[in-house]
């Protein structure tokens, strides 16, 4: 009879991990506080894009329940970024709030087709330095955020965020059952309501909304003009928001050491910005701090504490909306400078890793850094890196071409081994490596230890030749791998060489 009723293995459903008592709580009160750090700042973007503050709350929410289902990166956080409050702040001063609407509908748009294209594949281009740089800027503008809530407030603002590092860098020396960061904000709400103190609180960073957010449609024309005006904005939008997103999951990866579906993640923030678009929000990408806070400060590991985290915050927003207003800004400044601090990469700017590590690599680091902080756009900051890099590679290789030369026993030919990798850069030194006057009637160029690379290195072998054709002389080109005599029978005698 048992063996009637049970079924097979290989049909038996695997049991998400969340289901687990331990897991589930864990992911539970990650949310919570995702949700409670979420408000501040979804409140501080909204101001910052030029909306009402409803519309970033809206769009954290939206983003975080759609992108729970949707992303690639189980745990990471999408909720309305100022990265992408940044780029639609122009577009709603000079156009009002239904054309940022729809921008962030053709935004996403944009963000699914580029998915469908492969855009994710593009990561692998990223070097470590520049992670290193993305990660270290991030900790400083998250840091520098929240310089503005510690000028100008009461003295006793100061006693309550060391109160509250002290239990988010102690508490969990004692026990790991409840998040420190929840912990925190609880206690300081409670003991500044219950001794009637005059800090900041959240209810000062703007209105909270008392409805839920509805579907509707942007009241725009939609004419060519409209597309014309939200086109360069939307694109902006599914740019920034993907390099971000796909910057943080790559972080998420290496601190969970787990691997995450980057082209899922790519289409998923689509979807996600075309939801929050249609029920009226400002759009978004993943956010750093608020991932970390969900992954190191509270270790969460799954789908559900990013579900939770949306859900949370439209509750508390809309139904515990006057509870909400009433918690210190301190404990949560307190608990974002704490995931600036663990975000940093200290290991990197240490003087024993400095002196060890190429000039290189700490150039790339510094500049992805530099203009970051500059633009404060981590965008810019990973592109400005990125050809940094490129540079410096192109540099380092073109320099690793080496030729050497022998002439055999006769003395009738003089037999040059090219040795590296040529392309545009390296090529050019190439030409000037061979004696033109002095070298005997026949030369053979042997290629075994080369690889061509561009069109580049066709022509200056072309000149090459071409100097010798001039003096009477004859050159042979041997041992090509089979990709360099593709390219070389393809493009040889092609560029018009008159040197």
């Given at each position: 009879m048992s063996s009637v009723l049970s079924a097979p293995p290989r049909l038996r459903l695997s049991r998400p991990s969340w289901l687990s008592p331990k897991v589930f709580r864990t992911e539970v009160l990650a949310g919570l506080v995702v949700a409670l750090a979420l408000i501040p700042e979804a409140i501080s973007f909204s101001i910052l894009a030029g909306v009402d503050p409803r519309v970033g709350l809206f769009?954290?929410?939206?983003?975080?329940?759609?992108?729970?289902?949707?992303?690639?990166?189980?745990?990471?956080?999408?909720?309305?970024?100022?990265?992408?409050?940044?780029?639609?702040?122009?577009?709603?001063?000079?156009?009002?709030?239904?054309?940022?609407?729809?921008?962030?509908?053709?935004?996403?748009?944009?963000?699914?087709?580029?998915?469908?294209?492969?855009?994710?594949?593009?990561?692998?281009?990223?070097?470590?330095?520049?992670?290193?740089?993305?990660?270290?800027?991030?900790?400083?503008?998250?840091?520098?955020?929240?310089?503005?809530?510690?000028?100008?407030?009461?003295?006793?603002?100061?006693?309550?965020?060391?109160?509250?590092?002290?239990?988010?860098?102690?508490l969990p020396r004692l026990t790991r059952a409840v998040p420190a960061p929840l912990v925190a904000i609880v206690v300081l709400t409670v003991v500044t309501v219950a001794a009637h103190t005059a800090v900041p609180t959240v209810g000062d960073e703007g209105a909270l909304p008392d409805s839920l957010p509805t579907l509707g449609v942007p009241q725009v024309p939609w004419t060519?003009?409209?597309?014309?005006?939200?086109?360069?904005?939307?694109?902006?939008?599914?740019?920034?928001?993907?390099?971000?997103?796909?910057?943080?999951?790559?972080?998420?990866?290496?601190?969970?050491?787990?691997?995450?579906?980057?082209?899922?993640?790519?289409?998923?923030?689509?979807?996600?910005?075309?939801?929050?678009?249609?029920?009226?929000?400002?759009?978004?990408?993943?956010?750093?701090?608020?991932?970390?806070?969900?992954?190191?400060?509270?270790?969460?590991?799954?789908r559900l504490s990013t579900f939770l985290a949306g859900v949370f915050l439209l509750v508390l927003v809309v139904a515990l909306g006057d509870v909400v207003a009433v918690i210190p800004m301190a404990a949560l400044v307190a608990v974002m400078i704490i995931v600036a601090v663990s975000t940093f990469d200290w290991h990197s700017v240490a003087p024993k890793t400095l002196k060890r590590m190429p000039y290189g690599e700490t150039t790339v680091m510094l500049a992805t850094v530099a203009t970051t902080l500059a633009t404060h756009n981590l965008a810019i900051g990973v592109v400005v890196g990125v050809l940094t890099a490129m540079v410096i590679f192109a540099r380092r290789v073109a320099h690793l071409v080496d030729v050497t030369s022998v002439l055999d026993p006769d003395g009738g030919t003089r037999i040059y081994s090219v040795s590296g990798e040529l392309f545009f850069a390296s090529s050019n030194d190439l030409v000037g490596q061979f004696d033109y006057a002095n070298d005997p009637a026949h030369v053979v160029v042997d290629m075994t230890h080369a690889h061509i690379w561009d069109a580049s290195s066709v022509a200056a072998l072309d000149a090459i030749t071409t100097k010798y054709a001039a003096r009477g002389k004859t050159v042979e080109i041997i041992e090509l791998n089979k990709p360099s005599a593709h390219i070389h029978a393809t493009l040889a005698g092609q560029f018009g060489v008159g040197h």
């Amino acid at each position: 009879m048992s063996s009637v009723l049970s079924a097979p293995p290989r049909l038996r459903l695997s049991r998400p991990s969340w289901l687990s008592p331990k897991v589930f709580r864990t992911e539970v009160l990650a949310g919570l506080v995702v949700a409670l750090a979420l408000i501040p700042e979804a409140i501080s973007f909204s101001i910052l894009a030029g909306v009402d503050p409803r519309v970033g709350l809206f769009a954290s929410f939206t983003m975080a329940v759609t992108i729970a289902f949707c992303g690639g990166r189980p745990a990471m956080i999408s909720a309305a970024t100022g990265a992408v409050a940044l780029v639609v702040a122009p577009l709603v001063k000079a156009h009002g709030l239904d054309y940022l609407i729809a921008a962030v509908i053709l935004g996403g748009a944009i963000q699914v087709l580029l998915a469908v294209l492969g855009v994710a594949k593009l990561m692998r281009f990223i070097p470590r330095s520049v992670m290193v740089g993305f990660v270290n800027a991030l900790a400083v503008m998250i840091f520098a955020a929240q310089v503005p809530h510690l000028l100008g407030v009461p003295w006793l603002v100061y006693p309550l965020i060391a109160a509250s590092l002290a239990i988010i860098v102690g508490l969990p020396r004692l026990t790991r059952a409840v998040p420190a960061p929840l912990v925190a904000i609880v206690v300081l709400t409670v003991v500044t309501v219950a001794a009637h103190t005059a800090v900041p609180t959240v209810g000062d960073e703007g209105a909270l909304p008392d409805s839920l957010p509805t579907l509707g449609v942007p009241q725009v024309p939609w004419t060519l003009d409209t597309l014309t005006v939200i086109a360069p904005y939307a694109l902006g939008i599914a740019l920034v928001g993907l390099m971000e997103s796909l910057m943080t999951a790559k972080l998420v990866d290496d601190i969970t050491d787990t691997h995450s579906n980057k082209t899922r993640e790519s289409w998923g923030q689509g979807v996600a910005n075309i939801v929050t678009g249609f029920f009226g929000g400002m759009g978004g990408c993943a956010m750093i701090g608020q991932t970390m806070i969900n992954v190191k400060a509270s270790g969460a590991r799954t789908r559900l504490s990013t579900f939770l985290a949306g859900v949370f915050l439209l509750v508390l927003v809309v139904a515990l909306g006057d509870v909400v207003a009433v918690i210190p800004m301190a404990a949560l400044v307190a608990v974002m400078i704490i995931v600036a601090v663990s975000t940093f990469d200290w290991h990197s700017v240490a003087p024993k890793t400095l002196k060890r590590m190429p000039y290189g690599e700490t150039t790339v680091m510094l500049a992805t850094v530099a203009t970051t902080l500059a633009t404060h756009n981590l965008a810019i900051g990973v592109v400005v890196g990125v050809l940094t890099a490129m540079v410096i590679f192109a540099r380092r290789v073109a320099h690793l071409v080496d030729v050497t030369s022998v002439l055999d026993p006769d003395g009738g030919t003089r037999i040059y081994s090219v040795s590296g990798e040529l392309f545009f850069a390296s090529s050019n030194d190439l030409v000037g490596q061979f004696d033109y006057a002095n070298d005997p009637a026949h030369v053979v160029v042997d290629m075994t230890h080369a690889h061509i690379w561009d069109a580049s290195s066709v022509a200056a072998l072309d000149a090459i030749t071409t100097k010798y054709a001039a003096r009477g002389k004859t050159v042979e080109i041997i041992e090509l791998n089979k990709p360099s005599a593709h390219i070389h029978a393809t493009l040889a005698g092609q560029f018009g060489v008159g040197h």
